[in-house]
């Protein structure tokens, strides 16, 4: 029996309200270990609701967009705990619960529908990780802009930008490597199911051109790597500005491969258009 979702909507706001009374009144040595456990809590309650999702629909909850909200909803607190852990900052993990909770509030204003239908095509091995990858990848793109835009608001009002640089360049990194690898997945999947490798799905070009765009700023964050070790400096200047604003112009193709795509007449009858 699946969880009712208003539990797991109420949990996310608690959570948060909670997390900012604790900034505010406890000593700051304790504010890290709260929040740790308040984001590895969230995550854990939405992995027991999408864990009840699957066994109720007998499929996995990958299908629609709302269902991939609620994985993305997953992956985000979870990141924070690990990036809070190298970075030491907090705002990271309030801004995975917080945005958590954004989508938990879409889901909930725009509810799917819930069925157990699969089609052909997607009863596949490949499925899963698949879309797994691809989710996590976004995640982490995500948390790379959040990283960037701070920075740049650092600039912007004449502080110091804060030591996350290297975060910054092992996140893009991995997250490359994750829709790297989701899209081999998906040319082999293409293939068992329809005899090619690429359709030149509106889908598939836009994953395309993110890969493309990320790929451009590794090359970037290369050759800049490069020129430190031969002149022993730092990131710095217009380096870490024209990193930081390239990364925000990433993540928005991020966002239309991911939803806006689903807007496209050419995408009407796409198998990779997530459905309500």
Not at 79 to 108: A, P
Not at 141 to 155: E, I, P, W
Not at 198 to 216: M, N, Q, R, S
Request: proline share 4%.
């Amino acid at each position: 029996m699946v969880i009712h979702y208003e539990y797991l909507l109420y949990t996310a706001a608690v959570l948060l309200v909670l997390l900012f009374l604790v900034s505010i009144l406890q000593p700051c040595e304790k504010r890290g270990k709260i929040a740790l456990i308040a984001a590895f809590s969230l995550s854990t309650c939405i992995g027991i609701y999408l864990l009840s999702l699957w066994i109720t629909l007998e499929r996995p909850p990958m299908r629609s967009s709302g269902e991939t909200r609620l994985w993305y909803s997953f992956f985000l607190p979870l990141l924070g705990c690990v990036l809070f852990h190298n970075l030491r900052q907090r705002w990271i993990i309030y801004y995975g619960i917080f945005v958590s909770l954004v989508f938990l509030t879409i889901n909930y204003c725009k509810p799917g529908i819930f069925d157990k239908t699969l089609m052909p095509a997607l009863q596949s091995p490949w499925f899963i990780p698949h879309v797994l990858t691809y989710i996590l990848g976004y995640a982490l793109f995500s948390c790379s802009a959040l990283m960037a835009g701070r920075n740049l608001y650092m600039k912007l009002t004449g502080r110091p930008i804060s030591d996350n640089i290297l975060a910054i360049r092992n996140t893009v990194r991995i997250g490359f490597s994750l829709i790297t690898l989701g899209m081999l997945m998906g040319a082999i999947w293409a293939q068992k199911a329809w005899a090619h490798y690429w359709g030149w799905d509106p889908k598939e070009v836009w994953a395309l051109i993110t890969w493309l765009i990320y790929a451009l700023f590794l090359h970037f964050d290369w050759r800049v790597s490069i020129q430190q070790q031969q002149t022993e400096k730092k990131w710095e200047g217009r380096h870490t500005v024209g990193m930081n604003i390239f990364l925000l112009a990433a993540f928005a193709a991020v966002l239309i491969c991911w939803f806006g795509v689903n807007y496209l007449s050419s995408a009407a009858d796409s198998i990779h258009t997530y459905r309500n």
